[in-house]
């Protein structure tokens, strides 16, 4: 029972060095993944705004078509007019003209409100872009800040990690169990004795438990935390 405690009390200590340097982490992963979604969204806006950009001025470019066509149909009613034989082609190349001009008056207002909601777009656009930009540059930052810090702990990650895996390999499956139990809502699992007090939430542990836990032959828990405890010579009277 001594090896079978003492192993989940290795795997603690390493575990909070693990620990330790994912603190050093802080949010930044969690601000990455919040900027990048936030960049989607964003980029979603701008290519919405360029798309109707670009409608507009294909239905603008349309009008200009449609405008020229009507004018030279005109102007050739118009020449027509000195030639006419009689009154009733002269009303039908007349009523021809007026229903031109009148399109054209249409089809150029049409222009104007087309002119107008490209200019809003173009506006909400740059004002679009200009937040995808900043959040990018932000994102970038966050990014380079993430990596100087996985840089410089690198090597101690991958160490802890090895002495990690061996130090499983110690444990029993029915104490690993309760010490990840316990580890999901509590860093500290195992909590070795400090001047009779469980290290964990500091109360006292009473003396015949003292007496118990130097034998290292149950698993004891601390009656108010519920962590595991565990009689460490050394660290005993720190
Ligand atoms: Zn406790």
Do not use: W
Not at 42 to 62: F, M, P, W, Y
Not at 129 to 150: F, G, N
Request: a negative charge; proline letters at 2%; glycine letters at 2%.
């Amino acid at each position: 029972m001594e090896t079978r405690l003492k192993a989940l009390y290795e795997l603690q200590k390493i575990d909070s060095k693990i620990d330790d340097i994912e603190d050093l982490r802080g949010n930044l992963p969690e601000t990455i993944s919040s900027l990048q979604e936030k960049i989607l969204e964003a980029e979603v806006k701008t290519s919405g705004l360029d798309e109707a950009i670009k409608t507009t001025l294909v239905r603008r470019n349309q009008i200009d078509d449609e405008i020229a066509l009507l004018k030279s149909k005109a102007e050739k009613s118009k020449t027509q007019l000195y030639s006419v034989k009689n009154n009733k082609e002269y009303d039908a190349l007349m009523s021809g003209i007026d229903h031109a001009e009148l399109k054209i008056l249409e089809l150029s207002e049409e222009m104007d409100r087309l002119a107008d909601a490209q200019k809003k777009h173009r506006e909400n656009f740059e004002e679009a872009d200009k937040v995808v930009k900043a959040l990018q540059e932000e994102l970038e930052e966050k990014k380079l800040e993430l990596k100087e810090i996985l840089k410089s702990t690198e090597t101690e990650q991958l160490q802890l990690n090895h002495q990690r895996e061996k130090a499983l390999v110690k444990t029993n499956k029915n104490d690993l169990a309760i010490y990840n139990k316990i580890r999901t809502n509590k860093k500290m699992a195992v909590a070795p004795l400090r001047k009779g007090a469980c290290n964990g939430c500091h109360n006292k542990v009473p003396p015949q438990r003292i007496v118990e836990l130097r034998k290292y032959d149950k698993m004891h828990l601390c009656e108010f935390c519920g962590r595991i405890l565990i009689y460490d010579e050394e660290f005993s009277n720190i």
